[in-house]
Structure formats: C-alpha cells, structure tokens
C-alpha cells in the first residue's frame, strides 16, 4: 500500500513500537488484533478502515467509495474477520517460507 500511495495521504504508524502506542488511547494489543485507520477524525477498524485506506489511494478509490455501501461493507467486514481466523496460520506458513 505505501508504493501504491504516491502522495503520501496516508501516515502509517507502527503501533507495536511502544513509542507509538503510548500516544495512543486504545490498547496496543487491540491495535494489533484488527487493521485500524482514521478517516475525518474518526477511527475505524477491520474492512472499514480498508476501505478508507482505498479511498486515499486514487487507483484504489472506486473500491473504497463502492465499500461505503452498507451491503459491500458487511460482506467485506465478514471475509476479514473469516482472513483473521486464519492469520496466525499464514502467517507461520509465510514466515517458513522466508527462512528458506
């Protein structure tokens, strides 16, 4: 995503450096459970937080403004949580992976 936001409309923070997560309100754990962003002063989390992400970045925007319908996010927030039961999986896959 960051080759991808050629203007820089999105600051991206490492919320797993405590310097980071101690200006932060929220739980550092609960940062890294789920995907978070802010859109217009508001935090959102999970698909929605994606979808605002893809609103930032031009090439991505049609997908971020079609996710802003209730029925695309739904089924959106759905797949991702569906993505978060089997993260820990991927992620051990992956990291096998890249040691080779």
Same mark, same amino acid.
């Given at each position: 995503?960051?080759?991808?936001?050629?203007?820089?409309?999105?600051?991206?923070?490492?919320?797993?450096?405590?310097?980071?997560?101690?200006?932060?309100?929220?739980?550092?754990?609960?940062?890294?459970?789920?995907?978070?962003?802010?859109?217009?002063?508001?935090?959102?989390?999970?698909?929605?937080?994606?979808?605002?992400?893809? +609103?930032?970045?031009?090439?991505?925007?049609?997908?971020?403004?079609?996710?802003?319908?209730?029925?695309?996010?739904?089924?959106?927030?759905?797949?991702?949580? +569906?993505?978060?039961?089997? +993260?820990?999986?991927?992620? +051990?896959?992956?990291?096998?992976?890249?040691?080779?």
């Amino acid at each position: 995503m960051r080759r991808l936001d050629r203007r820089g409309a999105i600051r991206f923070v490492d919320v797993s450096d405590p310097a980071n997560g101690a200006a932060c309100p929220i739980d550092p754990a609960d940062l890294l459970a789920r995907f978070h962003a802010m859109e217009c002063g508001r935090l959102l989390s999970g698909a929605a937080a994606f979808a605002a992400m893809w +609103r930032a970045i031009p090439v991505l925007r049609p997908i971020g403004l079609i996710a802003r319908l209730p029925p695309v996010l739904w089924l959106l927030e759905r797949l991702y949580r +569906r993505f978060l039961t089997i +993260r820990p999986a991927l992620q +051990r896959r992956l990291g096998k992976v890249a040691l080779r």
